[in-house]
């Protein structure tokens, strides 16, 4: 079975630039989840979505971070603009619908405001 | 809201030493527990769940935790750890099939 797909992995973009980041879930996975994790934090969620809709997004900074998930499959998460404390690394998880047990992880795109 | 308290950042041990990485955590509400771990420049795998049933949960690598709800704890442990387990270490929790809750982290550091 084919895991979570991140990309890019890495990125380097300037302040005040735009970045966004490409998630493609296990398949028939319904709940997505964006998490924020930064350096020597825990992960905490940006948003989360059930299919096509969002289920909740209250810690997304929504002045500059965008998300959608069109077709209820792949995600794409957007910054416009970056700010240095944005440097992160961005984890897409995927999960059954309904299910309490695991999420599933990509492995993360890390980015470097400069 | 729940929330998830690990009570230690760092956590250096020798190897062949056994080890506890400890877990808080508060919700009004029954939940679920888990443990995950972070090597470097990788995303989280999960260890080891506890949804129901027994309080003693083995997982994967030879770890086991315990759930203890009048303590409000899912501590983590190994009787023996090795080099290959240095990683950082993420408990979470979850209200049904809703969003996890981290931890921030402990970073186990096994020592030759």
């Known amino acids: 079975e084919a895991g979570v797909a991140q990309s890019p992995r890495y990125k380097i973009i300037e302040k005040r630039q735009s970045v966004a980041f490409w998630c493609n879930p296990i398949s028939g996975h319904a709940t997505l989840y964006w998490y924020q994790q930064i350096l020597g934090q825990g992960p905490k969620l940006l948003i989360q979505f059930q299919n096509n809709g969002v289920v909740d997004d209250s810690q997304l900074p929504k002045d500059r971070f965008s998300a959608e998930r069109l077709k209820g499959v792949d995600s794409t998460l957007k910054i416009q603009p970056a700010k240095l404390e944005d440097s992160a690394v961005y984890l897409c998880a995927s999960r059954l619908m309904g299910d309490v047990s695991e999420a599933f992880f990509g492995q993360g795109t890390r980015l470097t405001v400069v | 809201a729940q929330s998830v308290t690990q009570l230690d950042s760092q956590v250096p041990v020798f190897e062949e030493a056994p080890v506890e990485l400890r877990c808080n955590y508060s919700s009004s509400v029954s939940v679920y527990l888990f443990w995950y771990v972070q090597y470097p420049n990788q995303g989280l795998q999960l260890l080891l769940k506890?949804?129901?049933?027994?309080?003693l949960v083995k997982g994967i690598n030879g770890f086991e935790a315990e759930f203890n709800k009048s303590q409000t704890s899912f501590h983590l442990r190994k009787p023996s750890v090795h080099i290959s387990d240095t990683a950082e270490y993420f408990c979470?929790?979850?209200?049904?099939?809703?969003?996890?809750?981290f931890g921030q982290g402990t970073r186990l550091t096994i020592n030759p």
């Open positions: 979470a929790v979850s209200e049904g099939a809703q969003k996890l809750v």
């Open positions: 506890y949804l129901s049933g027994s309080t």
